[in-house]
């Protein structure tokens, strides 16, 4: 079926990304237009969908200018600061990709936001800004127990699943990282690799799950570690993984 994945970069630094099949394509958060109509015009392709994950502008701002040049059905969360003329899903939806031998199910991520979905499906995530490599999504709408739910989500998804996230936040997020574990050796890895991509210009994604549980500190709130530099980090009334994941969040945000 010869479908493949690519990244429009789009703003500062978020991807657009594209499903393409043939001449069919089906994009994800498009946060601008331009790029991704100069993707469409160069390739030559019919843009027969949208995936939208959360309402922020930098996801959904391309939708309009998109639509004026290429009429296409849209998928998102049911919010009513969504644009008009959209499909609602929730989880366990499937939406078959039109033109696309592709079917993707959805997940609700709330944390992020508290409607933010991702989708997924034949080894694929399309994670928005739930979850980064090595990173997770800033709380701007939920609290900590229900983002620590969403990555639990995430993590029963099988190792193999390339996800694709709305940000090149690697390096940062891996910077991070080894502050709250710098003695992890997966992670210590990670970060050579990131920053061998990241001056040659390269991008860091997709990542795979199963490798990104090794370094990711959202992902690792169970392990003796996380908690550990938690735990010097805050006083904490339990170490239940959601109070770890508010402390290490919390951290973050003023990193
Ligand atoms: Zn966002």
Request: proline share 8%; net charge negative.
């Amino acid at each position: 079926m010869n479908q493949h994945v690519e990244a429009i970069p789009a703003l500062n630094d978020n991807y657009i990304w594209a499903l393409v099949q043939g001449s069919n394509c089906v994009l994800v958060d498009p946060g601008e237009p331009g790029p991704a109509l100069e993707f469409l015009e160069a390739g030559q392709l019919n843009l027969t969908g949208l995936l939208l994950t959360h309402h922020h502008p930098d996801h959904i701002g391309g939708v309009a200018g998109i639509r004026d040049r290429h009429p296409a059905p849209a998928w998102g969360p049911d919010d009513e600061r969504m644009p008009a003329d959209m499909e609602t899903v929730g989880e366990g939806d499937s939406i078959a990709l039109p033109g696309l031998d592709t079917e993707l199910k959805v997940m609700e991520t709330p944390g992020h936001t508290r409607s933010h979905i991702v989708f997924h499906g034949q080894g694929m995530l399309f994670s928005g800004d739930t979850l980064f490599s090595a990173g997770c999504g800033r709380l701007f709408e939920g609290t900590p127990e229900q983002m620590q739910a969403s990555m639990d989500k995430l993590a029963g998804l099988p190792d193999e699943t390339r996800f694709y996230c709305g940000h090149e936040y690697t390096e940062s997020n891996c910077r991070f990282a080894l502050q709250v574990e710098p003695d992890n050796p997966a992670l210590r890895q990670r970060m050579n690799q990131v920053r061998e991509l990241r001056s040659q210009d390269r991008m860091t994604l997709p990542e795979t799950l199963g490798r990104d549980r090794q370094v990711n500190p959202f992902f690792r709130t169970r392990e003796p570690s996380v908690i550990e530099a938690a735990r010097g980090r805050e006083e904490m009334p339990d170490e239940r993984p959601a109070t770890v994941f508010g402390v290490i969040r919390r951290w973050k945000d003023r990193f």
